[in-house]
Structures are given as C-alpha cells and as structure tokens.
C-alpha cells in the first residue's frame, strides 16, 4: 500500500485483476485531480464510477471522493450524474454523491451511446432521477 500512495498512480490495462479489485479506484480517482488541474476539462462526467469494483464503502474511497469533490469545486467544474448509472448500482454510488457540498456544480448526463439508448433514457429519465434524490 505505501508503494502506491508514495508514487505517482499509473493506471494501466496491463494491472493484474487483483491489484485492480484493490486499486483502480485510487488510479483514476488520482487521473481525475490530475484532470481538472490541468485546466483541459469542463466537468467530470460520471465520477462515482471510479468505485464500481469497490463491494463496500470504506476510508479509502472516502478520502479519493473528498478529493475529486475539492479539486472540482475549487476548479468551479461540475460533476456530472449520469443516468446510465442509476440504471445500475454498481454504477452509482450515493456514498460518493452524499459527500458532495449542496453548493457544488452538478451536470445530469445521458451517457448514450446509440441513439436508442437517448430515447429510452429520455423516456425513463424522471424514473432514473429518483435515484439522484
């Protein structure tokens, strides 16, 4: 744990599945402070998806999130809800939103790929909201 957090984090596809069951979330929860430091970015879209191979909320995840969550208002960026997650709970993670200042920006996604998936979440979406409330 401490080569981790004493280095800078390298995502890579090349990590075996148990380092990412551990540590994808610290890998781009890191890429995405990296990202909104660098002044490229406009939101974030869908953040709480970095933990969607996390079973249960822990210290960890809370300190990734406080940091995404500071970076992003300080940045005055918003963070992006997407409706694609709510549809899955994997996806979305409340923990995460919770932790998110009232005051903070926030965009609402679609996250669609194909046409069909637009229509269907445009039908769904004061269903899909509920989930954010």
């Known amino acids: 744990m401490s080569e981790i957090s004493s280095s800078p984090l390298r995502y890579s596809f090349s990590l075996d599945k148990d380092s990412l069951s551990r540590n994808e979330y610290r890998y781009l929860g890191s ?3 990296q990202g909104i430091s ?7 879209a869908h953040p709480d998806r970095i ?3 996390c079973d249960l909320w ?4 809370e300190r990734i999130s406080d940091r995404i969550i500071k970076a992003a208002c300080e940045a ?3 963070l992006e809800k997407n409706l694609s997650s709510a549809e899955d709970p994997i996806y979305y993670r409340s923990e995460f939103w919770k932790r998110v200042p009232e005051n903070a920006l ?3 996604g679609f996250d669609a790929h194909y046409l069909s998936e637009l229509r269907s979440r ?3 979406e004061k269903k899909l909201l509920k989930v954010f409330e």
Not at 58 to 61: A, I, L, N, T, V
Request: net charge negative.
């Open 31 to 33: 890429a995405i402070v």
């Open 38 to 44: 660098s002044g490229y970015f406009d939101a974030v």
């Open 122 to 124: 445009y039908s769904d």
């Open 58 to 61: 822990d210290e960890g995840m």
């Open 51 to 53: 933990f969607r191979r």
């Open 106 to 108: 926030k965009i609402t």
């Open 76 to 78: 005055g960026i918003p």
